[in-house]
């Protein structure tokens, strides 16, 4: 028996209902269209985040950075690749802590890169720090 999911579309925002088996078959929003998981990080800000975290039926990786910073720069990569290895199972985020101050506050977040990973709009588990992709996929998967 398969269990129906909420999954927000990158790129309308429209919330879709799926059988948990369609996630692995490249669905497409009904609004927009275009397919749902693309293997791309979500850009997050203040119109989408709240969406993501609170109406998506899978867990939100989010990876909150800045532009100046270099560990968040080098780490980039390794979360865009991360990105291809745990969809469907998860969706990964990334909110800019300068331009989402607000949010970033909202999340105490004190270093960057900083990555946590939500589950129905509740924290599951933080890590701070530049990883590679294989250590993200690993601390996901010891967490979901």
Not at 24 to 48: T, V
Not at 126 to 132: I, K, P, T
């Amino acid at each position: 028996m398969s269990e129906n999911l909420h999954i927000v579309c990158p790129h309308c925002s429209a919330t879709n209902r799926l059988p948990s088996p369609r996630l692995r078959q490249n669905p497409q929003c009904g609004l927009c269209h275009q397919a749902i998981f693309d293997g791309q990080p979500l850009q997050l800000n203040s119109q989408n985040f709240d969406k993501h975290l609170t109406r998506n039926g899978i867990p939100l990786l989010v990876d909150f950075w800045a532009d100046w910073c270099g560990p968040c720069k080098m780490m980039a990569p390794a979360f865009a690749q991360a990105a291809k290895l745990l969809e469907p199972d998860i969706r990964l985020g990334k909110l800019n802590t300068e331009t989402e101050a607000a949010i970033s506050a909202r999340y105490n977040i004190r270093s960057i890169p900083t990555l946590i990973l939500f589950k129905g709009g509740r924290e599951l588990a933080r890590q701070s720090g530049a990883m590679s992709t294989q250590e993200i996929v690993r601390w996901v998967k010891a967490h979901h």
